[in-house]
């Protein structure tokens, strides 16, 4: 059979009927539906196509152990967002994006200890419990976090200037579920522009700004994991987030307290900024 514009999309979803894994063939053949679709509907010239071709090149080039070029990609599109949304949690707290910059293990802390490894100015302190969508505590769940400076960066964007692990932590709750903290309030930042992301939001006039936040991933035995941020209330870009991310149960108020009960249970001179955060996990389907 020819190969033209009318045979062609039938032509390749029949190229992958044999393919073993109906989930894989599901997928193919679909993808060559709406990426042909796509092409009908753009006529993209071949010297669009080899600069589409290029782009995408350049994306792969950039990634390295500490940088994820194809997942800023994705965050910028909003597709990200899409899948973290389509897999979410039906109740319970919401998911957003990993991000770019969940490129290095966290380090176990102990519950209380700081995350910041440089001596921030400003005192802050994170609290929280783990629960299920029902209300009960879950012990030894797992927390990790990260988070970047109060001047917008990560440890993987500043080896030579923050220490490795600066910013991060993975904590253990306690036996009501609890989780604490200490750390910097972080800053608004850009998304790393130095590439070819970077470039296609220059040349679409998009601000490549994110609000200030707390990344978390909360898991226990038997509950759905969860990925989602603590947007600080009142961020600057917090309704124009370049990766598409906010929503509005997650914005939590970082607030400066004089209390010095909690001062002194959470092991810091007042006054200080504190931020609770809550998460509710959903209890996984048995079959």
Same mark, same amino acid.
């Given at each position: 059979?020819? =190969?033209?514009?009318?045979? $062609?999309? $039938?032509?390749? @979803?029949? /190229? %992958?009927?044999?393919?073993?894994?109906?989930?894989?063939?599901?997928?193919?053949?679909?993808?060559?539906?709406?990426?042909?679709?796509?092409?009908? @509907?753009? !006529?993209?010239?071949?010297?669009?196509?080899?600069?589409?071709? @290029? =782009?995408?090149?350049?994306?792969?080039?950039?990634?390295?152990?500490?940088?994820?070029?194809?997942?800023?990609?994705?965050?910028?599109?909003?597709?990200?967002?899409?899948?973290?949304?389509?897999?979410?949690?039906?109740?319970?707290?919401? /998911?957003?994006?990993?991000?770019? =910059?969940?490129?290095? +293990? /966290?380090?176990?802390?102990?519950?209380?200890? !700081?995350?910041?490894?440089?001596?921030?100015?400003?005192?802050?302190?994170?609290?929280?419990?783990?629960? /299920?969508?029902?209300?009960?505590?879950?012990?030894?769940?797992?927390?990790?976090?990260?988070?970047?400076?109060?001047?917008?960066?990560?440890?993987?964007?500043?080896?030579?200037?923050?220490?490795?692990?600066?910013?991060?932590?993975? #904590?253990?709750?306690?036996?009501?579920?609890? %989780?604490? #903290?200490?750390?910097?309030?972080?800053?608004?930042?850009?998304?790393?522009?130095?590439?070819?992301?970077?470039?296609?939001?220059? &040349?679409? !006039?998009?601000?490549?700004?994110?609000?200030?936040?707390?990344?978390?991933? $909360? &898991?226990?035995?038997?509950?759905?994991?969860?990925?989602?941020?603590? %947007?600080?209330?009142?961020?600057?870009?917090?309704?124009?987030?370049?990766? =598409?991310?906010?929503?509005?149960?997650?914005?939590?108020? #970082?607030?400066?307290?004089?209390?010095?009960?909690?001062?002194?249970?959470?092991?810091?001179?007042?006054? #200080?900024?504190?931020?609770?955060?809550?998460? @509710?996990?959903?209890?996984? +389907?048995?079959?």
């Amino acid at each position: 059979m020819d =190969f033209t514009v009318d045979t $062609a999309t $039938a032509a390749v @979803e029949a /190229s %992958f009927d044999a393919t073993p894994d109906p989930r894989l063939r599901e997928i193919l053949q679909s993808l060559t539906r709406h990426l042909h679709g796509f092409v009908r @509907e753009t !006529s993209p010239s071949i010297e669009e196509w080899n600069s589409a071709i @290029e =782009f995408l090149t350049d994306v792969g080039k950039t990634c390295t152990d500490t940088r994820q070029e194809f997942i800023l990609l994705s965050d910028v599109m909003g597709v990200s967002m899409l899948v973290e949304t389509i897999n979410g949690q039906d109740v319970g707290t919401e /998911s957003t994006v990993l991000g770019p =910059f969940h490129m290095t +293990e /966290s380090p176990a802390r102990e519950l209380g200890e !700081s995350i910041d490894l440089l001596g921030g100015g400003r005192a802050c302190v994170v609290s929280g419990t783990v629960r /299920s969508t029902a209300g009960t505590p879950l012990a030894n769940a797992l927390v990790d976090v990260w988070q970047c400076t109060e001047d917008g960066f990560y440890d993987v964007q500043q080896p030579h200037v923050q220490p490795e692990g600066n910013g991060r932590g993975l #904590f253990r709750t306690d036996e009501q579920g609890r %989780f604490w #903290f200490r750390t910097v309030v972080p800053s608004h930042y850009p998304i790393p522009t130095d590439g070819p992301v970077g470039r296609l939001l220059q &040349a679409t !006039s998009r601000h490549p700004y994110r609000p200030a936040h707390v990344h978390f991933i $909360a &898991a226990a035995d038997g509950y759905e994991e969860v990925t989602t941020h603590a %947007f600080v209330a009142g961020s600057a870009y917090i309704d124009s987030d370049a990766v =598409f991310a906010v929503k509005k149960g997650l914005l939590v108020d #970082f607030v400066e307290t004089d209390d010095t009960v909690l001062a002194a249970e959470f092991g810091v001179e007042p006054p #200080f900024i504190h931020a609770r955060f809550d998460i @509710e996990l959903q209890e996984k +389907e048995t079959l």
